[in-house]
T-cell receptor, first 117, second 111 residues
Framework: GAVVSQHPSRVICKSGTSVKIECRSLDFQATTMFWYRQFPKQSLMLMATSNEGSKATYEQGVEKDKFLINHASLTLSTLTVTSAHPEDSSFYIC?????????????FGPGTRLTVT | SQKIEQNSEALNIQEGKTATLTCNYTNYSPAYLQWYRQDPGRGPVFLLLIRENEKEKRKERLKVTFDTTLKQSLFHITASQPADSATYLCALEGGGFKTIFGAGTRLFVKA
């Protein structure tokens, strides 16, 4: 099956700093990737749809200047949390479809646990 | 407003029994519906997809039904095992390639 990796798996940073999370599709090309955040015992909340070579599409209520998304290649999307604050502490997960195979299922990365102190 | 509802209470069952999880939705007309498994601290893993013109789908011990009139999907695990303990997420096609997830139901299978 298709594999998506995420790096880092866990990060602790101080308030006011920025953190970059990488999402890679390892064995397929992903024209579109998705970024989610998840609070404990809650649903995955879609933050944005990342499109290769163009601007990301953000969901309502998600600050695009705070959560910078770059999808520079067909296998890599990055999410940068700028000027992080404790309320940004969460589990961030990326996913991708393998649309070339006509597949609708999402392949998820293992997630990144962000803790802002 | 649009909603995807899954039973927020955990489901506890005995090993060997059939687990049945429910997903109800309102104000969506999804072309397909998916079920995922999520273990603590991990990303979800795809299990099954069922299209709007399909009533039932099976994969090994898993069975999914999809009733577009009732706006409901049922997810069954037969002959459940302790290793099936996890959170199970229902997900709908939300338009524009987006997938919208329910909050999930936690399943505990006791040996």
């Amino acid at each position: 099956g298709a594999v998506v990796s995420q790096h880092p798996s866990r990060v602790i940073c101080k308030s006011g700093t920025s953190v970059k999370i990488e999402c890679r599709s390892l064995d397929f090309q992903a024209t579109t990737m998705f970024w989610y955040r998840q609070f404990p015992k809650q649903s995955l909340m879609l933050m944005a749809t990342s499109n290769e070579g163009s601007k990301a599409t953000y969901e309502q209520g998600v600050e695009k200047d705070k959560f910078l998304i770059n999808h520079a290649s067909l296998t890599l999307s990055t999410l940068t949390v700028t000027s992080a604050h404790p309320e940004d502490s969460s589990f961030y997960i990326c996913s991708a479809n393998d649309r070339d195979r006509g597949s609708y299922e999402q392949y998820f990365g293992p997630g990144t646990r962000l803790t802002v102190t | 407003s649009q909603k995807i509802e899954q039973n927020s209470e955990a489901l506890n069952i005995q090993e060997g029994k059939t687990a049945t999880l429910t997903c109800n939705y309102t104000n969506y007309s999804p072309a397909y519906l998916q079920w995922y498994r999520q273990d603590p601290g991990r990303g979800p893993v795809f299990l099954l997809l069922i299209r709007e013109n399909e009533k039932e789908k099976r994969k090994e011990r898993l069975k999914v039904t999809f009733d577009t009139t009732l706006k409901q999907s049922l997810f069954h695990i037969t002959a459940s095992q302790p290793a099936d303990s996890a959170t199970y997420l229902c997900a709908l096609e939300g338009g524009g390639f987006k997938t919208i997830f329910g909050a999930g139901t936690r399943l505990f299978v006791k040996a």
